[in-house]
């Protein structure tokens, strides 16, 4: 996580003992040793480059993804149609509202 980086105790002589130890351990590699005897990894080979595929779908899953797809694109379409339709007859509410107000206080100054 998140640690401060301001140091735990001060000294007057200027040396600053730091909040967290560093950690001098090395642990082991876990793969295949080399075959030079260092500590790099060896090179992947190419069987292990070659991956199949993580999802095979049947004729019928396939349809069913294309119908789910379908039926999410018109679920959302019509959730944003409601919300443009919702906020056009607000607008169309409050410019009633301001032609009928209008109208009144014109009205007043006539009489």
Do not use: Y
């Amino acid at each position: 996580m998140i640690r401060p980086k301001i140091p735990v105790n001060p000294l007057p002589t200027g040396l600053v003992t730091p909040l967290v130890q560093p950690n001098t351990a090395v642990e082991p590699h876990r793969g295949t040793a080399a075959v030079c005897g260092c500590s790099q990894a060896p090179a992947p080979s190419q069987s292990a480059a070659r991956v199949l595929p993580a999802v095979r779908l049947t004729p019928a899953g396939l349809v069913a993804a294309v119908a789910g797809g379908a039926g999410l694109v018109l679920v959302v379409g019509a959730v944003l149609v409601s919300m443009l339709l919702a906020v056009a007859m607000t607008g169309a509410s409050v410019a009633v509202c301001a032609v009928v107000l209008r109208s009144l206080l014109n009205g007043r100054h006539h009489r």
